[in-house]
């Protein structure tokens, strides 16, 4: 005879992190603006997919540009990059280089603001540059700041490429990973588990999506929200406990039951299982049920909590 054995945990993590998303594949992103400063201030703006941003022009910005400011003398190349203003086409940056050989006071490359627009409406600006190039004795320090400032009238001012017109040029490289976080989360079934991002509540029904966050200081930021929800088996070890049958079709686990004492052997004595192969008494498997449904209610509510203090 055999005792079927069903003893299942379940387990609930979760992980948010800052992280580098590909923009081009980034939910629901429809354009792209960058914002110039040339004699007032000018938006630019880039379907998601414009073959422009998967192309650096490189040399070519000398005669041709992605757009421009002072007219035939200032030109702009916009791109998804790496951190180092290198062409990607699936970077989690971008990338505005510009040539300018005005080396008279007032440099070139005057970027005021950069955001994305989704399908929604929501704006999402960086709020932090991977790096950048300046040159020249027109540019001013520290003014690459202003093109994350969250000001879209002031702007930057980073010299003149005069030094090397054809290979280096003016540039701001804008990094996105303090405003994009991805969250993955595990619960289980029917635990009820919850989490909240920018007014969107993410269940069990309603499991993957963007949450939408905005900020007073117009420092936007989204979170791309997945929970994965595993078979809740706690149920099935309340049954084994109750001594009832399991839910058909429930993964089982089997253990031989103890053999029964044996006729006398050698000696008249009789032969018994060891006391680590007989079963746990009722006693023991009331204990072990309360000590894991204890356990998994501390670790929900902790997790729960760790993740609505994340908000």
């Given at each position: 005879m055999k005792t079927k054995i069903i003893l299942?945990?379940?387990?609930?993590?979760?992980?948010?992190?800052?992280?580098?998303?590909?923009?081009?594949?980034?939910?629901?992103?429809?354009?792209i603006i960058a914002r110039e400063a040339t004699s007032g201030y000018f938006n630019h703006p880039f379907d998601v997919n414009d073959p422009r941003l998967f192309t650096r022009l490189?040399?070519?910005?000398?005669?041709?540009?992605d757009f421009g400011g002072v007219p035939g003398a200032e030109n702009y190349d916009i791109f998804y990059s790496d951190a180092a203003g290198n062409l990607d086409g699936n970077g989690a940056y971008i990338t505005i280089e510009c040539r300018y050989l005005g080396t008279s006071a007032g440099g070139g490359c005057n970027i005021s603001h950069l955001e994305l627009v989704f399908s929604n409406g929501f704006k999402l600006s960086p709020n932090k540059l991977a790096s950048f190039?300046?040159?020249?004795?027109?540019?001013?320090?520290?003014?690459?700041?202003?093109?994350?400032?969250c000001d879209p009238n002031t702007s930057t001012t980073m010299g003149n490429n005069t030094a090397s017109p054809n290979t280096m040029f003016l540039r701001l490289t804008f990094d996105?990973?303090?405003?994009?976080?991805?969250?993955?989360?595990?619960?289980?079934?029917?635990?009820?588990?919850?989490?909240m991002s920018g007014g969107t509540t993410f269940n069990e029904e309603n499991p993957s999506?963007?949450?939408y966050i905005n900020k007073a200081n117009c420092y936007n930021s989204i979170e791309l929200v997945n929970i994965t929800f595993e078979p809740l088996n706690i149920a099935n070890f309340i049954?084994?406990?109750?001594?009832?049958?399991?839910?058909?079709?429930?993964?089982?686990?089997?253990?031989?039951t103890p053999p029964t004492a044996?006729?006398?052997?050698?000696?008249?004595?009789?032969t018994l299982p060891p006391k680590s192969l007989l079963p746990p008494t009722?006693?023991?498997?009331?204990?072990?049920?309360v000590i894991i449904i204890l356990l998994h209610s501390v670790v929900l509510h902790l997790m729960n909590k760790i993740l609505q203090d994340k908000l």
């Open positions: 299942f945990l379940s387990f609930l993590f979760s992980q948010s992190v800052l992280t580098q998303i590909p923009l081009p594949t980034l939910p629901n992103l429809t354009q490189s040399a070519g910005l000398n005669a041709s540009n190039y300046n040159s020249g004795s027109n540019y001013l320090v520290g003014s690459e700041q202003k093109a994350i400032d996105f990973s303090n405003v994009i976080n991805k969250v993955n989360i595990s619960a289980c079934q029917g635990d009820d588990m919850q989490y999506g963007t949450g049954h084994w406990v109750r001594g009832k049958t399991p839910p058909a079709g429930a993964p089982l686990i089997e253990k031989n044996r006729a006398p052997g050698r000696g008249g004595r009789h009722p006693q023991k498997q009331l204990a072990v049920m």
